[in-house]
Structure formats: structure tokens, C-alpha cells
């Protein structure tokens, strides 16, 4: 095993090897660290859809450069967690700087790479990064043409002024289209076709020509070397052993290690113990100056303290301002999660505790369900976020979790004028309190081969959706816009929509804002005890569905009792769904064969054990599958 | 496909057991059962361990029915030579199957005898075989009787033609009443038939027919069962691929309140869950051992035998049966000493099948509050709670498991 194999530790946390020797090439004397004159530094991302050939286009980068020799390359280098590099996304950016000399005008350059998250959750990330920037790469692949997400990034990178060089990718695959999606990208983003670049990551073809047009066409960082200092934050991770290593890229002035620096949005004074380069490890340096890229380590453990889009200063001579954009991370879908085993908790509570070490975004609290246990309350930015930290907790702490129905933030106005905001259906103001409610709603982006357009619509009508336009991209791709309540678009909205267009179509969503929705909290009832886990806010045109196929899920997964249950669905006391599970009257082995006593005492014993992992609902005995099956969107309930 | 064995630990090659075990041999009645794990053909719904001719193959694995007699008597001297001394005369003997009527009549004689001769049958000791309907004639019958037997166990299933078709059986309606009349004249005193409930295809008509039938040919015992789908058999193929739907609980639950009632009311008391008897006399006594808990050595393929809290059960298959007693080693291939909590298990999940029921001063105290709310659910008899005794009502009867499950939680 090679040592970059063996770099992630149990919990999950980035364990840094030293600053290596052997692997990159010693940046030569005149771009030391520090000293780069800004002219020469070249900033830049990469916008690309998952699967587009990302992280082997910066792999190629980082051989062509030097930085890793082919030899020591491994796929996708900067994708460093486990399920990152299985799922082929990219969820925490990396940065790395990279030497080149231009082939154009052979002047030595200091490329800064900043990588950018791939999903839509991390929209807020991936504006810091492209602020960390003065130009982006925007990367297709020549089989597929562009895709929502990688729409919505060039937009937002538009948005902060990068300059963009289109590039098609995988151009040596059999398949690739290069004409037609050169002309796809010209026309959104109103170049000429022959601009676009045409490259194999794969086999490197074309890399070196991007490259250089990398240092001709991007501008130098500008900034004030004098001043005093300022950087911004775009990434912030949690090390084992360095404690927060905080990316930035350096506005103004100067960065150099024995510094005090001052965070300017807690006012947070920390001690600097180093200061450095990717390269691609870790390289301590003795200082960053005006346009470099690198890392500061502060000795704090929490990258709450170190957060994305604020500004480092020097504490004694601190700058006034603070750079633009700075956003608290803010939660936008809550979901419960609860230990299999409720021995776990204390595991559930540890393992989340050392997450929030490296995810400044995720957010918790106790929360105690009389059907589920303990377990916690969690916020997320989304979707993804929600399933990848779903994901870690199981695969790198070892957790079974049943996880509740994700909910939308709601505001609530009572009738008294008072208002809550409700991130959990047990909190909803009951008792016909209510005198408005709001919920999130997003605009969305939806592009997909032109044939598909009726299916979308469908979709997007049945989830209250209002169009906002169509665009043609191109004579059989088109793009389409919607604002689509949350709620709709974190309930399997997805999943549908690629379903309905055979995998064709992408999404890419952002907030705006609220409206007013006629929601109501439908509760399931069995003998008429209301199961916490499986109420839920729904519209209310919605409510009689979900009540439907609720209790009816329900009385195919719950085994049949010694007396009658009934499972109702209700909003408040009104009955709209009810299902019967009747008494089981045989249960009962009518002979033992032969006197094989042994075989039916541990049938017997079997069926014990499986009693005692039944949770208790009233007097109904409740197994965990029917939870974990009643709760998942699959409707393919399966025969108890 | 037969069921397969349990799973527990390797039973020594010289099948000695425990001494703790043996010293409780003198207190209760001990009994033989006899397995001749042969069938002309296999029923559909059948996992029992038994083999046709055809699944046995020719020659070389030397099983047959001819040379059977002599490798149960092999595990009879076998059984001689483990048990001690102090063991009580013979109770009971059941020779169940498979067909053992399918073995000449001499040849259970034989075993019988030799039963006889290493342990000795007490006096009024009751002797049943099991009996196929389309296997027996009047002198078959009285060569039994002759014998020793006392019992005959006739296995009747259905008065419904279509149903004895469904269940692959090969006789014809009404043999079975006509061999019960053939075993009446060759002076067989107690008779059982045998019958099954909740096949495909059967209503309640058909089911009332049988039991009117059955009734009509004056046995002194009825055992009825529910079809069970067993894992493996033909019935569980059909049933996976929907060619016959799988019984209901809720018909079953039916047929066996139809059962009940019509039995009652013909005379027939149930003493077991599945099990009615016109007189105390006529309740089968090994069966009662069973429930009881009582010892018993079982002969045969896959048979099950259980002495002093130690279950052991032989190797399943005829030949490799034969070939271990060829070779003087035990045919046991695993055997169980049960723990406090299966002892427990046991104690309830056994005799709470039997009319005679269990006495509370039996349970735990959490059994206790668990039986009162069994009571208050009317699956135990409130007239016999008051009595200081667990008996369950004909609701409780249906819910045996679920009463046990409840009372040793």
C-alpha cells in the first residue's frame, strides 16, 4: 500500500503525511512561495458535471506540471474521501499549485488549481472557491453536452466576473460529438465555436495547449501588496493531527507564519504555527503574498471557528473591511436520525461530534421519538448533504440508522401574531392556531433531450410547480426553469425525474426565497397513537395520498397482532385514510415430526428473539423493517 | 427433499451419554419410536424422511426394505448396551414413517420382539404403527395384532377425492374407513385416523365430509393438522410458482374450529392441540410422552430421541445409517444438553398443548402477569386459571406459539 492509500484515518479526518520529497518536483527559486510576482500567478477552476473527466483532467495537470510523477499518480488524486471516489463526485475542494512554462511566450507561470464542489448542496462553497479565482475552466464532455449543474456553476461564475475557457473533454471516445457541443457551448456562452478547446483527459491529448491557454488568456490577480493583509477563506478541513487546515487565497498584503491573524467576522484572534503550499502535500512556505493560493494551520479544532467565505487579517494592523460574500452556513432540510440498536446512541452522538469537526454545516440536537428512541434532530444543506453524512456515519463509524422523512424549514405565523419556525412536524403548532404558513421554494433548472419535455412538465406541474421558461440549447436539448416548493424537490424529486427521462435529465436548483403554502401535518395513527416518526407537512391537495399510501404500506408491514389494529391517517382529528390489520388467529405449529422437539423450541427461540427487536407502539409490536420501509420513498413495499 | 436435521453439537461415534442424564431414566414411562423411512411414492406436501425405491437406487448402497428389520434391531442392542440397568420396561412403541405397513408384518414383528427381549414391554403397554390405508388387508392387520400391537394409526387425510389427489395420496375414497373396519375384526381395541386440513382446492363442505367420514367409521382418536407448505417439498414449488395457492391462516383457523366442534359433538375430547380421543383410554400414550417430556429412544434414520435432557437425532439417510450401525458405530450425528433456558423453553411450549395443561406455580413471575393478560384475551380458560392451572381455550389453542412466546419472556 503507498502512503496516499493510507492516508484517511478511522473517523474519517485527513491525516497529512510531511512535506514530501520524492513525488513533486522542488518549485524552482523564483516562484518560491511568498515572493511570486502576481503577474506571473494564474488562478483558475474547473466547472464540470460529475462524471465529465474532472478529476483526471487535473491529475493530467498535476503529471504534466511535475507535481506528481506518472509513476506515483493515482486515479483522481485530489478526490480524497472514500465515497467521493466512489460515487465520482467531488464534496470537499482541494487546491494545488502547480509550475508551468508557457509554450506560448515561455515564461514561467504559478498555477493555482482551486477544485470546486460538485452538487448542488455545496452552492455556497462553490461560490467561495470561484471568489478564490480569476478564471474557470468550464469542462464538457463531448458525448453529453452541458449539463444543469455545470450551468448553474458557469453562471455563478459568470456572476463573479471569471474569465472561462470552454474546453470539450473525452474527445477519443467513439461517441464524442465535439462539432455539436462546441456549437452548444458557443451559443450559451457567446464564443466562437473554434474557441473551444477540444482535449483528452485520458490520454493528455490537448492538455498542454489548455495549459497555456490557461496563462494567456486568464488575468493576473490584482491586489494591494502593501496593504494591510486580507485573505479569503474558501475551504477549511479538519486534520487528526494538525488540528483546522484553513485554505485562502491571499487578497492583499501578506500572509507569513508567527502572524496573528484575526478572523474578521468573530473578531477571533488565533496564533499562526504554518503556513504553506499544496504541492500536492502540504509545503510549508514563509509566507503567502498578493494572488497566492496555500493553507494556514492556527492549532483550532473545529472549522466552525475557521469558516468558509470569511476574512483572515493580521490582528495588530487589521484592514477595516472585510472581503464581500461572507454567509453563515444555514441548514435548509432537517431529518431524524436514529440508532438501529439504541445501545448506539452514545456512537451516533461521538460520530456526529467528530464530523461537525470537519462540516461547519451540519447542524444537530437530541431529539427523543416514542416510536424510534434517541437519536438526533440533524440539519443539512440539502439532499446530498443529508445522504453523504448518512452514508459516512454508516460506512466509517459502523451505525445503523434509520433516518425520518427530510422536512423543510417552515415559518409559521399563529394567529396571536407570534411566529415559529418548524424544522420538525412534532413541533407544529396544532389546535387550528395557525394563521399562514410560508415555505421555501427554489428555482430549479431542468436540461434535458428536447423528447422529455412532457414528461418534466408533468412532473414538475404534479409537484406545484410554476414554469418559469424554456430555452432551446441547442435543436434537441433544451433547458427548462422552474420554482418548485423545497419540500417537492427533497421528496424524491430526483429519483423521478431521472427515472421519467432514462437518466437523460439534470437538475440544478438554488433558493428564493418563500411563499405562502396551505400545508397541514398529516399524523399516522395505529390503535390510535400517533407514530411520531410518520408525521409529516405536506400540502394539503397532498395529504389525502400520502395518508393512502402511508396506511396502506403500513398494513402490509406491520405482522398481523393478537387483536384488531387500526391505522389511520389524520390531520388533527379528522380520519382521511384508514386501514384495518385484523386479529391474527392461527399461530400455532399443529405437530412436532417425529419428536423433533429441538427444531420447534428454536423456531420458538427465534421468534423470541425477533419479538425482542420489535419496537413497541402502544400495545402494537411494530417491526424495524416496517420503519425503515415505511420511510424510504421505494414503493415497492415488500410481503411481510 | 426430507427437512434437514438440527443443528448442535457432534454426538460421540460410541453414542454414551452423561451419566446425569441416565440417573433420571427410572422416573418416568420410556418408550421406543421406530422409523421405516420408506414410500412407494412421495406426497407433494411431505418432508418427513422418507424415500422411494426409486430415490434409494439399486443394489450397491445395500438399503432395503427386505434387510431393514435387522439394522433396527442393530440400534435396538446398540440402545442395550448405552442405557443402564434401571431403565423402565417399554411403555410405549410407535413405529411411524415413511410406510412401516409397506415392511412385511413379519418383519415388525421382529422388531417388536426384539424390543421385547433386550428391554421388556410392560404389561398394558400401548404399541402403534402406522398404517397406510392402500397397504393393509385384514391379514396383514391380524398378523400385527398377533404380534402385540395394540394400536393402528391409520393415515386417511381426506374423504374428498380431489383433495387425496392434490395431497398425491393413492388411495381411494373410503379405504381408509374400510381398513378401519378390517382392523376392528383382526382385534385392534383403539384406532386413530389421520387427517389434514387446508390443502389447495379443499371447502368446507370437503372438509366436513371428512370429518363426518372419519367420525362414521368409529375410531376412538382423530388427530387432525393443518397443511404446512414445508420448504422443499413439490407443494412449496407449486405454491412459489402460484399453481396452488398457499393455505390461509384464516381457513385454517376455520377448519380447525370445524374440527373442533364437530369432533365434540360426536363424542371427542381434544387432549392435545391436535389430537381428539373418544375416552382417556384412547389417548395416545406416546404422544402423550412427547408433551409429558418423558424419554423415549428413537430407531431409524433421522429419528429424534431424547433421554435425561439430551436430545440427539441419527444421520438422515437409510444407507449411511446402516452403514454406521455395519460398522458398530452410533448412527447419532448431533445431539443438544439443554441449558436452564431451554429446559424452561420446553417446560411451557410442551405440556401447554395438553388439555391437562400446566400448573402456575410452574411459571416465572413475569410468566405469571403475562397468563392474566392471556386470561383477560381468553386464550387461557379462566375456570381452570382459578384452579391454579394453564389451559387453553380453543382460541389459545390456535395461538399455542404466541401463549408460549408470551410466557417465557
Redesign the interface.
Given at each position: 500500500m503507498d502512503r496516499h492509500a493510507a492516508r484517511r484515518a478511522p473517523g474519517g479526518q485527513q491525516v497529512s503525511t510531511q512535506p514530501l520529497t520524492t513525488e513533486s518536483r522542488p518549485l524552482s527559486a523564483s516562484s518560491a512561495a511568498g515572493r511570486t510576482d502576481p503577474a506571473r500567478i494564474r488562478n483558475f477552476c474547473i466547472i464540470a458535471h460529475i462524471d465529465h473527466g474532472k478529476s483526471t483532467l487535473a491529475d493530467r495537470m498535476l503529471q504534466l506540471t511535475g507535481v506528481v510523477d506518472a509513476r506515483h499518480a493515482r486515479a483522481q488524486y485530489l478526490d480524497r474521501m472514500d465515497i467521493e471516489r466512489e460515487r465520482g463526485i467531488t464534496i470537499k475542494a482541494q487546491n494545488v499549485r502547480m509550475p508551468w512554462t508557457s509554450g506560448i511566450d515561455g515564461t514561467e507561470y504559478v498555477l493555482h488549481m482551486i477544485d470546486t464542489p460538485g452538487h448542488v448542496d455545496f452552492t455556497y462553497e462553490v461560490s467561495r472557491s470561484l471568489a478564490a479565482c480569476e478564471g474557470a475552466v468550464l469542462l464538457v464532455d463531448a458525448a453529453q453536452g452541458i449539463e444543469a449543474q455545470t450551468l448553474a456553476n458557469l453562471y455563478l461564475a459568470l456572476e463573479n466576473n471569471l474569465t472561462i475557457i470552454p474546453v470539450l473533454n473525452k474527445i477519443d471516445l467513439p461517441a464524442a460529438q465535439p462539432d455539436r457541443y462546441a456549437a452548444e457551448i458557443a451559443h450559451i456562452i457567446g464564443c466562437d465555436p473554434d474557441d473551444v478547446l477540444r482535449v483528452s483527459a485520458k490520454t493528455g491529448q490537448g492538455v498542454d495547449q489548455l495549459l497555456d491557454v490557461v496563462c494567456r488568456e486568464i488575468p493576473a490577480p490584482v491586489g494591494e501588496a502593501d496593504a494591510p493583509s486580507r485573505a479569503m477563506i474558501f475551504d477549511s478541513v479538519y486534520d487528526i493531527y494538525r488540528g483546522v487546515i484553513t485554505y485562502i487565497r491571499v487578497i492583499d498584503g501578506h500572509i507569513t507564519p508567527r502572524q496573528r491573524i484575526k478572523m474578521m467576522s468573530t473578531g477571533a484572534v488565533h496564533e499562526l504555527l504554518e503556513v504553506g503550499v499544496i504541492s500536492p502535500e502540504p509545503l510549508p512556505t514563509q509566507g503567502l503574498s498578493v494572488g497566492e493560493v496555500g493553507y494556514l494551520i492556527t492549532g483550532v479544532k473545529d472549522v466552525r471557528l475557521s469558516r468558509v467565505g470569511d476574512t483572515v487579517t493580521d490582528a495588530i494592523k487589521p484592514a477595516t473591511t472585510a472581503l464581500g460574500g461572507y454567509a453563515d452556513p444555514k441548514p435548509m432540510v432537517f431529518s431524524g436520525l436514529f440508532p438501529i440498536d439504541g445501545s448506539d446512541y452514545p456512537l451516533l452522538r461521538d460520530a456526529l461530534d467528530r464530523l461537525q469537526l470537519n462540516d461547519a454545516a451540519l447542524v444537530y440536537e437530541p431529539e427523543s421519538s416514542a416510536a424510534l428512541g434517541f437519536g438526533f434532530r440533524c440539519g443539512f444543506l440539502g439532499l446530498l448533504h443529508l445522504e453523504i453524512t448518512r452514508d459516512r456515519l454508516e460506512r466509517e463509524f459502523n451505525l445503523e440508522l434509520i433516518s425520518t422523512a427530510p422536512n423543510v424549514v417552515n415559518r409559521v405565523i399563529l394567529e396571536n401574531g407570534e411566529e415559529q419556525i418548524v424544522t420538525n412536524p412534532s413541533d407544529w403548532p396544532g389546535g387550528g392556531r395557525i394563521a399562514q404558513i410560508f415555505e421555501p421554494i427554489a428555482k430549479c433548472m431542468v436540461i434535458a433531450p428536447s423528447e422529455y419535455i412532457g414528461a418534466i412538465m408533468e412532473l414538475c406541474q404534479n409537484r406545484r410547480g410554476t414554469l418559469g421558461g424554456i430555452d432551446y440549447l441547442s435543436e434537441s436539448r433544451v433547458e427548462l426553469r422552474y420554482t418548485l416548493p423545497l419540500a417537492e424537490i427533497i421528496f424524491d424529486f430526483f429519483d423521478q425525474l431521472k427515472s421519467r427521462t432514462r437518466g437523460y435529465a439534470s437538475l440544478d436548483y438554488e433558493l428564493a426565497g418563500e411563499q405562502q403554502a396551505e400545508l397541514v401535518k398529516v399524523d399516522i395513527l395505529l390503535q390510535g397513537e400517533a407514530v411520531d416518526a410518520f408525521s409529516s407537512i405536506i400540502h394539503k391537495d397532498k395529504a389525502f395520498a400520502y395518508g393512502t399510501s402511508m396506511t396502506g404500506k403500513l398494513r402490509k408491514l406491520i405482522p398481523r397482532q393478537?387483536?384488531e389494529v387500526p391505522i389511520q391517517a389524520a390531520i388533527g382529528a379528522r380520519v382521511i385514510a384508514r386501514e384495518n390489520i385484523?386479529a391474527?388467529?392461527?399461530?400455532?405449529?399443529?405437530?412436532?415430526?417425529?419428536?423433533?422437539?429441538?427444531?420447534?423450541?428454536?423456531l420458538?427461540?427465534k421468534?423470541?428473539e425477533g419479538?425482542k427487536r420489535m419496537k413497541m407502539v402502544g400495545r402494537v409490536e411494530v417491526p424495524q423493517e416496517a420503519f425503515i420501509a415505511a420511510l424510504s420513498s421505494d414503493e415497492d413495499v415488500p410481503k411481510k | 427433499m426430507p427437512?434437514s436435521l438440527?443443528d448442535?453439537d457432534p454426538a460421540p461415534t460410541d453414542g454414551r451419554l452423561p451419566e446425569s442424564a441416565l440417573s433420571t431414566l427410572g422416573r418416568t414411562p420410556f418408550g421406543f419410536?421406530v422409523?421405516v423411512p420408506f414410500c412407494t411414492t412421495r406426497c407433494g406436501y411431505c418432508d418427513?424422511?422418507t424415500y422411494t425405491a426409486q430415490e434409494l437406487g439399486q443394489g450397491a448402497g445395500s438399503v432395503s426394505q427386505g434387510t431393514y428389520a435387522d439394522t433396527v434391531i442393530a440400534e435396538i442392542r446398540m440402545a442395550r448396551e448405552i442405557l443402564p440397568a434401571s431403565t423402565p420396561p417399554v411403555s410405549t412403541v410407535f413405529v411411524?414413517g415413511g410406510t412401516p405397513t409397506l415392511l412385511p408384518a413379519e418383519h415388525l414383528a421382529l422388531i417388536l420382539r426384539e424390543i421385547d427381549a433386550q428391554f421388556g414391554i410392560a404389561p398394558g403397554a400401548e404399541i402403534t404403527t402406522e398404517a397406510n390405508p392402500e397397504t393393509v388387508s385384514q391379514a396383514y392387520l391380524e398378523h400385527l395384532r398377533a404380534a402385540g400391537f395394540t394400536r393402528l394409526s391409520i393415515g386417511m387425510q381426506s374423504a374428498a377425492a380431489h383433495v387425496l389427489q392434490v395431497l398425491d395420496r393413492v388411495h381411494t375414497p373410503g379405504r381408509a374407513q374400510q381398513a378401519v373396519a378390517e382392523a376392528r375384526a383382526a382385534g385392534f381395541e383403539h384406532i386413530n385416523l389421520d387427517l389434514i386440513y387446508g390443502s389447495p382446492k379443499e371447502t368446507d363442505a370437503d372438509w366436513q365430509l371428512s370429518l363426518d367420514s372419519a367420525i362414521a367409521a368409529g375410531p376412538d382418536h382423530v388427530s387432525a393438522?393443518?397443511l404446512?407448505v414445508e420448504e422443499g417439498t413439490a407443494l412449496a414449488r407449486q405454491v412459489a410458482r402460484g399453481i396452488v395457492p398457499a393455505p390461509d391462516?384464516?381457513v385454517?383457523?376455520d377448519r380447525?374450529v370445524q374440527a373442533d366442534e364437530t369432533l365434540r359433538r360426536a363424542g371427542f375430547d381434544w387432549y392435545e392441540?391436535?389430537n381428539w380421543a373418544r375416552t382417556p383410554a384412547a389417548q395416545c400414550a406416546h404422544n402423550m410422552l412427547?408433551w409429558r417430556n418423558h424419554n423415549?429412544w428413537?430407531i431409524g434414520p433421522?429419528?429424534?430421541?431424547?433421554v435425561g435432557g439430551v436430545?440427539w437425532?441419527n444421520v438422515k439417510h437409510p444407507a449411511s445409517y446402516a452403514q454406521r450401525l455395519a460398522e458398530a458405530v452410533s448412527p447419532a450425528a448431533g445431539r443438544?444438553t439443554l441449558g436452564p433456558d431451554?429446559r424452561l423453553?420446553?417446560h411451557n411450549?410442551?405440556p401447554v398443548r395438553l388439555r391437562e395443561g400446566i400448573g402456575i406455580s410452574e411459571l416465572s413471575q413475569q410468566g405469571l402477569i403475562r397468563a392474566q393478560e392471556a386470561v383477560g384475551?381468553q386464550?387461557i380458560d379462566r375456570q381452570m386459571w382459578d384452579l391454579g392451572r394453564i389451559v387453553l381455550t380453543q382460541?389459545g389453542?390456535?395461538?399455542?406459539?404466541?401463549v408460549?412466546?408470551d410466557l417465557?419472556?
Open positions: 393478537q387483536f385484523s391474527i388467529r392461527k399461530d400455532v405449529l399443529a405437530k412436532c415430526y417425529g419428536g423433533d422437539i429441538t427444531r420447534k423450541r428454536k420458538l427461540e421468534q423470541k419479538k | 427437512s438440527p448442535g419410536y422409523h418427513f424422511n411411524g393438522y393443518a404446512i391462516d384464516d385454517l383457523a380447525y392441540v391436535s412427547y423415549w428413537g433421522g429419528a429424534h430421541s431424547h436430545r437425532w443438544e431451554s423453553m420446553e411450549m410442551l384475551r386464550l382460541r389453542r390456535l395461538l399455542a406459539d404466541a408460549v412466546r417465557v419472556a
